[in-house]
């Protein structure tokens, strides 16, 4: 009796690991620290547990473009950064970029530019929306997305999804400038987010 307890304990544990969904999340990793100009510069992220990205050379950054499946956007960012470190590279910071222009707020939420100019001038909605963060004094002021996310998340006009992933970057980045463990600082911090929600 005891044994066959057991064996079911083990069998539910195992179908449940098998049923665990893979999600895919898209993501660049901007590096440095290795010479493009290497022979094995490719070869070497394809070799080094980067095959389900793309690599290149871009205004003197090594960019390497993520299209990895995970069960969490957390793991999936952890295990690249891993991997890109593992090869020797330094891990500048992750995209896409947490700094957004209205523009590139209305392609991430798939609302209109239209939409979107009426949010941030208070016209359509909440007159809440969040204040830019840099370029503030300028034509084209640039919003902090993890900020804006939440804005969207508020009014249900995002999905969740999107929203951990927009916290997920601003975490990761804080801790690759501050020098802390982000597979660490993803866990916690998004399960602080998510149990907030």
Not at 9 to 18: E, M, N
Not at 42 to 54: K, L, N
Not at 114 to 126: L, P, S, V
């Amino acid at each position: 009796m005891h044994m066959r307890a057991r064996s079911s304990v083990l069998l539910i544990a195992v179908l449940t690991k098998r049923n665990r969904t893979m999600e895919r999340f898209e993501f660049s990793i901007i590096a440095s620290g290795l010479d493009p100009n290497a022979d094995d510069f490719e070869t070497r992220f394809y070799e080094g547990g980067c095959d389900d990205a793309t690599v290149s050379f871009q205004k003197g950054h090594i960019i390497i473009d993520f299209a990895r499946e995970a069960e969490s956007i957390e793991e999936a960012i952890a295990s690249a950064v891993e991997s890109v470190r593992a090869l020797g590279a330094t891990v500048d910071r992750i995209e896409p970029d947490p700094l957004v222009s209205l523009s590139e707020i209305a392609a991430r939420t798939g609302l209109s530019r239209a939409a979107i100019t009426q949010y941030a001038k208070g016209q359509r909605g909440k007159a809440d929306f969040p204040a830019p963060v840099a370029r503030v004094t300028s034509d084209s002021p640039l919003w902090d997305w993890g900020e804006v996310a939440v804005w969207f998340y508020r009014i249900g006009r995002i999905r969740q999804h999107q929203l951990i992933e927009a916290q997920a970057m601003t975490i990761a980045n804080d801790a690759i400038e501050h020098g802390a463990s982000i597979k660490d600082r993803l866990r916690s911090g998004l399960e602080e987010y998510r149990a907030c929600m």
